[in-house]
């Protein structure tokens, strides 16, 4: 089945770090690709997508390319606020008939210190 | 309007009560759902209706009654729950579940934090 591996956290940076997490993904075919962001005591928002090999999704200054060849799917900002300290979720789901599900990884921490 | 509603915001409720969770969505969408996060987990889906029909059931305990009056709401009925049940149950929705949609953007509430005594 499908499966998300994100890398584990908490990751704790310094503002206007650089920051890299990590994902990676097990799936038949060709899945779109998602990082969602979860604030504290809020819901999830829908950061970045992407739904083909080479597509670079991006928002906010986050920025994630889809890559098939090595599975991967990582989010990257160039430099990071305090304001962005939350929860990340990469996630993955499939077109047609079982687009309802959306595939989590376990979610990386960040805490950016001032 | 992008916006998924929840209500309430907080609910605390003894495992002999009857509570109902509120999620509200004006975007036109037709698929509507339920999840289920624990603390540091990421979400679990529980429910997942289409043009206001469960589509999707993924083996919930019946102490979980879901429904879908319009399709703008959804409810989800509470009824003798258990303490492991306290968790944030999340909605959200999409523009609609079909064989030919290429993916499925999802728009997330704010969820309703639940506490079980």
């Known amino acids: 089945g499908d499966s998300v591996t994100q890398m584990e956290g908490p990751v704790t940076l310094s503002e206007e770090a650089f920051l890299t997490i990590n994902c990676t993904y097990t799936a038949t075919g060709y899945p779109s690709l998602f990082w969602y962001v979860q604030y504290p005591g809020e819901g999830l928002q829908l950061l970045l997508k992407?739904?083909?090999?080479?597509d670079k999704g991006s928002n906010k200054g986050f920025e994630a390319t889809y890559r098939k060849e090595t599975t991967s799917f990582h989010l990257e900002k160039g430099s990071v606020q305090v304001s962005d300290s939350a929860v990340y979720f990469c996630a993955l789901s499939h077109s047609g008939g079982s687009n309802y599900k959306l595939t989590f990884g376990k979610g990386t921490l960040l805490t950016v210190n001032p | 309007d992008t916006e998924v509603t929840q209500t309430p915001k907080h609910l605390v409720m003894g495992m002999t009560n009857k509570k109902s969770l509120k999620c509200e969505q004006h975007m036109g969408h037709r698929a509507m759902y339920w999840y289920k996060q624990k603390a540091k987990k990421p979400p679990e889906l529980m429910f997942v209706y289409s043009y206001e029909k469960l589509s999707i059931n993924e083996s919930v305990p019946s102490r979980f009654s879901p429904e879908c009056p319009n399709s703008s709401l959804l409810n989800l009925h509470l009824h003798a729950l258990q303490p492991e049940d306290s968790a944030l149950y999340l909605c959200?929705?999409?523009?609609?579940?079909?064989?030919?949609?290429?993916?499925?953007?999802?728009?997330f509430g704010p969820g309703t934090r639940l506490t079980v005594l």
């Open positions: 992407a739904t083909k090999a080479d």
């Open positions: 959200a929705s999409s523009y609609r579940l079909a064989a030919h949609t290429l993916y499925n953007e999802q728009f």
